[in-house]
């Protein structure tokens, strides 16, 4: 076997722009040909869709400010041109970003013989991911760490075949913990001085609240940390005993983009007063089942839904959501081990429902409170301290932060739930 290529390394804190590819590349056609399976591209969901439910359908969507909404990029990506395919002698391909939080590698294309596998590895194989079945434009899952190890895994009868194998085009490398620290911390300044975090930042780990609120941290469970398109966070929430999830609208809003989303389960710290982290059950998108910009959701399913549903879910709330209402909200801000908001100095207390009809989107589709929140938070479930129930999708900074009514949601998609 020949010694391994390596990839092209990390170089600068680029990537600011979302770049999305939707476009499936005409010269995969000749090589799936040769047997490997084909590939469905979804319609995409209207973006102009009317409120519906308790809101006028007349309502127009309302002027927001950017700077309100929760994303920002935490990697960057670079361009690749590496390849193992069945005409050469390499198996394996090297992947690395020096100091890279993660390193996500993206195949162009995978095509690969019946019985065949390539793998996405760790150096030392404790993190490993496989793939049995050809794709194109198509992410794999993230490896923790600056290097990931590509690997054909091909029969002695394979064929000699340059259409067939793996040709990587680019990959995303997640920059360290700190220079995410210092990114939000650079964006909250800019976009206003109490963006989210509304009076000294009292969100603790969840791990810290084990023995005193351990219903509390029971319902951080279902909480899911997404990577979306290799570089962006956000947050989202298993709702119902089903596979179904809830995020924003403006984290993702059709299938191809669920696809090309990483679910983290279980990324919580081990202990309070610890960054160490529980290694996390990481899933992919599968596909979007209802979306609205007005309402700013998105209800998806997953693949692998089996190796999650130990986590167990959340269910939206019955009731309408009332003013002083204790509340709290667990999240993953900046993409960290999941926190729990609870704690409010602006209420002198508890976090609690301080508006219960606010402007969102639309004209009094939200609720507002002082939790904190932070870039990441985006699609968090807003829970009731008396019932554990989701009573808002949180979605908007500002102080006062902002979820979308739990209510108008489930008028709309709680027939799918």
């Given amino acids: 076997m020949r010694n391994p290529r390596t990839g092209q390394e990390r170089t600068g804190q680029g990537g ?43 309502a127009e969507i309302l002027p927001v400010d950017d700077s309100l909404l929760g994303l920002i990029d935490v990697g960057q990506v670079e361009e690749l041109t590496e390849s193992l395919t069945y005409a050469d002698g390499a198996d394996t391909v090297k992947v690395s970003g020096p100091d890279a939080g993660y390193v996500k590698v993206h195949f162009e294309r995978l095509l690969l013989n019946a019985g065949d596998y390539v793998t996405v590895s760790s150096p030392d194989g404790s993190e490993s991911y496989r793939y049995e079945e050809s794709m194109v434009d198509r992410w794999a899952t993230s490896i923790t760490g600056d290097t990931a190890i590509v690997e054909l895994h091909r029969g002695d009868d394979a064929p000699v075949s340059a259409a067939l194998g793996a040709v990587i085009d680019k990959a995303a490398y997640g920059f ?38 351990p219903e509390v941290v029971d319902r951080s469970e279902p909480v899911a940390r997404l990577l979306i398109d290799g570089t962006v966070l956000c947050t989202a929430f298993r709702v119902g005993e089903a596979n179904r999830l809830l995020t924003n609208n403006h984290c993702f809003k059709e299938t191809w983009e669920a696809q090309q989303t990483e679910v983290w389960f279980g990324y ?18 599968a596909q979007v089942l209802a979306t609205s910009k007005s309402l700013d959701y998105t209800l998806f399913t997953v693949d692998d839904f089996d190796r999650i549903e130990r986590f167990g879910h959340l269910e939206l709330a019955k009731g309408a959501a009332r003013r002083g209402e204790a509340i709290y909200i667990p999240q993953h801000p900046a993409g960290r081990p999941t926190e729990i908001a609870m704690d ?19 004209a009094g589709s939200d609720i507002a409170y002082y939790c904190d929140t932070e870039f990441g938070s985006s699609g968090s479930p807003v829970l009731s301290r008396d019932t554990h129930e989701v009573i808002a999708l949180h979605h908007f900074g500002g102080c006062p932060n902002s979820g979308v009514n739990a209510q108008l949601i489930k008028a709309e998609i709680g027939h799918l739930i």
């Fill in 16 to 58: 600011a722009g979302r770049k999305r590819r939707k476009a499936i590349l005409a010269a995969t056609a000749g090589a799936l040909a040769v047997g490997a399976a084909a590939v469905v591209v979804p319609n995409a969901f209207a973006d102009d869709d009317p409120v519906t439910g308790l809101l006028d359908r007349t």
């Fill in 344 to 362: 409010s100095a602006v209420d002198g207390g508890n976090c609690v429902v301080k508006q219960a009809v606010y402007d969102g989107y639309v």
């Fill in 268 to 285: 919580d710290c081990v202990a309070c007063g610890t960054t160490l982290a529980n290694a996390p059950v990481k899933v992919t998108g």
């Fill in 176 to 213: 360290a913990p700190d220079v995410v620290d210092d990114l939000v911390a650079e964006r909250t300044d800019r976009s206003r001085p109490e963006e989210s975090i509304c009076q000294g930042d009292e969100k603790r780990p969840s791990a810290c609240y084990r023995t005193s609120y």
